[in-house]
């Protein structure tokens, strides 16, 4: 069965120094990675997928397969980046994992 | 924002009794979805539908049920069967086939009594 893990529930940094989400899965076939923003007071919506290669408000993330992770990098923490983070992988429906909230300190 | 709504926002309920949910999409997407959302486990599927008329189980179905008599419309019913419902629930819609980007909902929250 597909999996995955986020191991930080909560992760607080400063403004202006790097982020790192973690995100690990366990997926025996190719996998398909997505990472999802909460933002307060929003809805939950699509941040950025791996198959894409793209940078979204700074954010990056890339699939390593030998390590099965796919972990979002940002190099400057803003304040506006503060929100709940979710990673997901698609086989016919999305599993997520159970979230990182990210608090930015000012 | 826009193009799926859930109504109510909040609702409250006494044990023992159905409760119905309501997920409207004017995306003309034919993939729809419902999720729960508790702290500290996530979002976790609990029904989704492909096409009209079509549902299938998610991973935690017990004591749930759903229709999809319309394109637009998905209800979750929560039903006594439902040992723990008390949660944040979540629709969202897509268009069908291999992944497509998922839209959510604003999200009703159930709390029972």
């Known amino acids: 069965a597909q999996r995955v893990t986020q191991p930080e529930k909560l992760l607080s940094v400063f403004k202006g120094a790097p982020v790192e989400l973690k995100c690990n899965y366990s997926?025996?076939?190719?996998?398909?990675l997505f990472w999802y923003v909460q933002y307060s007071r929003q809805r939950l919506q699509l941040l950025l997928r791996h198959i894409s290669r793209e940078s979204i408000k700074g954010f990056t993330a890339d699939l390593n397969k030998g390590e099965t992770s796919f972990h979002l990098k940002k190099p400057f923490a803003q304040e506006e980046d503060s929100a709940m983070y979710y990673c997901a992988l698609w086989n016919e429906k999305l599993t997520f994992g159970t979230g990182t909230r990210l608090t930015i300190i000012p | 924002d826009g193009g799926i709504t859930q109504s109510p926002k909040y609702l409250f309920r006494k044990e023992g009794q159905n409760v119905t949910l309501s997920c409207e999409q004017n995306l003309n997407h034919d993939a729809m979805y419902w999720y729960r959302q508790d702290p500290g486990q996530g979002l976790r599927l609990i029904y989704y539908?492909?096409?009209?008329?079509?549902?299938q189980k998610g991973d935690i179905a017990e004591g749930y049920s759903v229709s999809r008599e319309k394109k637009e419309s998905f209800p979750l019913t929560v039903t006594s069967a439902q040992k723990n419902p008390t949660a944040f629930y979540l629709c969202?819609?897509?268009?069908?086939?291999?992944?497509?980007?998922?839209?959510f909902g604003p999200g009703t929250r159930l709390t029972v009594l």
């Open positions: 969202a819609s897509s268009h069908s086939g291999s992944y497509n980007e998922q839209f």
């Open positions: 539908s492909q096409i009209v008329n079509d549902f």
């Open positions: 997926y025996s076939g190719s996998p398909e």
